[in-house]
């Protein structure tokens, strides 16, 4: 038998509201992309919801609205994908980063509090050229679906006259609250933009797309205004009746916009998100009670938080088995149980190593764990049978290399 990593849930629901888009003949940014960001800006309770072609694409134009630009220090994680870093570089601007929890795989706060204390004395923190100007913008990242310690992020925020920006591209849904007796919190409302996801592994999906949502009406109108080659009116509606052919460029932007078609699945998808999530969070359940008594560091979800489960990365424990990471995961391949690795750290990576003069030591409790990560497939739907493979395929080979 063999496991893919992921497969969207698509259902006749998802057929029949892209076909309904198909045969309306309006195919591209229409009415079905603003009723899918109404819906959404009310599902996460943020006052405005941009949608957009990639998460990549919220995270740059949420970076161009808070006027980052050439020389610039802005605060990323290393512990994160590619998009996080690579928009701080679209501006010439400097990516600070910041190691990571070595719990949940967050932001930690530590790491960014002593990277501003140091910036802001005048000192020196790792990879930063002379010369770069001080943060005005944090982006964290919350790893996996876990939402990462919100509360410190916002007293940085604060502390530091800081713009924050959510990297939340695992999330959706996801909550957290300020203890195990307060309020829930939705991941979409607290920052000044969060950045969505809906990637095709995603926990919903559009194929391609995302979202940006925010509750400052300028910053929303710039993103919007950005978003479609900065035309200067909803350039979508000059082929309606409620629109006109004319428009003015306002500002040089982007090609960013979402399709119907797209959102048209998006709708689907998030009229099912709390029933999709519910299945990732039993697909995780029994992950977790199968692979307890293995030399596995397994995720999990504190009481004060509510995770999504796009990924389930576990940490082996290399000094009780016979074998590294990639040997392991070499040997789930051979027997048909896809997986990833999420991720090897952005100050490792060539690019940012070599600009920088970066050094692995210098976040070291990243780059102590990245060779310890592997991510398992976890995705609604996921059947019986193959939750049995991946679990007794992995059982089976930690206890066969044991020290």
């Known amino acids: 038998m063999t496991v893919p990593f992921f497969r969207p849930s698509i259902t006749e629901l998802e057929i029949e509201e892209v076909l309904a888009s198909l045969r309306s003949g309006w195919l591209t940014t229409g009415p079905r992309v603003k009723e899918f960001e109404r819906r959404f800006a009310e599902t996460v309770g943020a006052k405005h919801a941009i949608a957009l072609n990639s998460c990549t694409a919220a995270l740059h134009l949420a970076l161009e609205a808070v006027g980052v630009g050439r020389g610039d220090g802005v605060l990323v994680p290393t512990m994160t994908f590619a998009a996080t870093a690579e928009v701080v570089r679209y501006f010439d601007a400097v990516p600070i980063f910041v190691d990571c929890d070595p719990v949940t795989l967050c932001p930690d706060p530590t790491s960014i509090r002593a990277a501003l204390e140091a910036l802001n004395a005048g000192r020196t923190w790792p990879g ?67 950045c969505f996801s809906f990637y095709a592994n995603k926990c919903i999906t559009t194929g391609e797309g995302g979202m940006a949502t925010t509750n400052d009406d300028a910053v929303a109108a710039r993103m919007r205004l950005m978003s479609l080659h900065g035309m200067d009116r909803d350039a979508w509606k000059r082929y309606t009746d409620q629109g006109s052919w004319y428009y003015e460029v306002v500002a040089p932007g982007f090609k960013y916009n979402m399709t119907d078609v797209a ?7 998030l009229g099912r998100h709390q029933t999709l999530w519910a299945e990732r969070r039993q697909v995780a359940g029994r992950l977790t009670a199968a692979l307890a008594d293995l030399p596995l560091e397994l995720p999990f979800e504190p009481p004060d938080r509510q995770h999504s489960w796009h990924l389930y990365s576990v940490k082996l424990r290399l000094n009780e088995l016979r074998i590294g990471r990639d040997q392991f995961l070499d040997a789930l391949k051979a ?28 976040f070291p409790v990243a780059a102590s764990l990245w060779p310890r990560l592997a991510s398992l497939p976890i995705f609604a739907g996921m059947t019986t049978d193959e939750l049995a493979e991946v679990t007794s395929t992995v059982a089976a080979l930690l206890r066969a290399n044991l020290r």
């Open 128 to 194: 930063v050229p002379p010369g770069t100007k001080p943060p005005r913008v944090l982006v964290t990242m919350h790893y996996g679906g876990l939402v990462g310690a919100m509360g410190e992020y916002r007293r940085l925020a604060d502390d530091f006259n800081l713009q924050l920006i959510e990297d939340a591209a695992h999330t959706m849904p996801a909550a957290f609250r300020a203890d195990a007796t307060a309020p829930w919190e939705a991941v979409g409302g607290a920052s000044l933009v969060t």
């Open 263 to 269: 959102a048209a699945l998006g709708l689907a998808q």
């Open 335 to 362: 027997r048909g149980i896809a997986h990833s690795v999420h991720w090897q750290p952005l100050h490792m990576m060539p690019y940012y190593r070599e600009r920088y003069a970066l050094r692995a030591e210098d």
